[in-house]
């Protein structure tokens, strides 16, 4: 047997698998404590221009209804680009 078959991996240790996960988790809180702070007012004061802007979750409503009509709208175009499996026979 060669070295190459023996060898473990950093990402095959359960200690690393977990040690990896923990600092995901802390790098999502990291990346979301901007968001919690502004939606509490903490981080900056808000001008918003119009009233459905002064909703608290309005932007992230907003990107959700958006990604969902991407995806509606990609899923009726996708079946008329698709090809029939058996096309190229």
Avoid: C, Q
């Avoid at 990402?11 to 404590?33: G, P, S, T």
């Avoid at 959700?64 to 509606?72: D, F, Q, S």
């Amino acid at each position: 047997m060669s070295d190459k078959e023996n060898k473990t991996y950093w990402f095959e240790k359960d200690e690393n698998k977990d040690r990896l996960f923990y600092w995901l988790i802390a790098l999502a809180a990291v990346m979301a404590l901007p968001d919690i702070l502004s939606l509490l007012g903490i981080l900056y004061e808000t001008h918003p221009y119009t009233k459905a802007e002064e909703v608290p979750v309005f932007y992230g409503l907003y990107a959700a209804i958006g990604m969902m009509a991407v995806l509606t709208i990609g899923r009726m175009f996708s079946h008329f680009l698709t090809v029939r499996e058996d096309y190229y026979d």
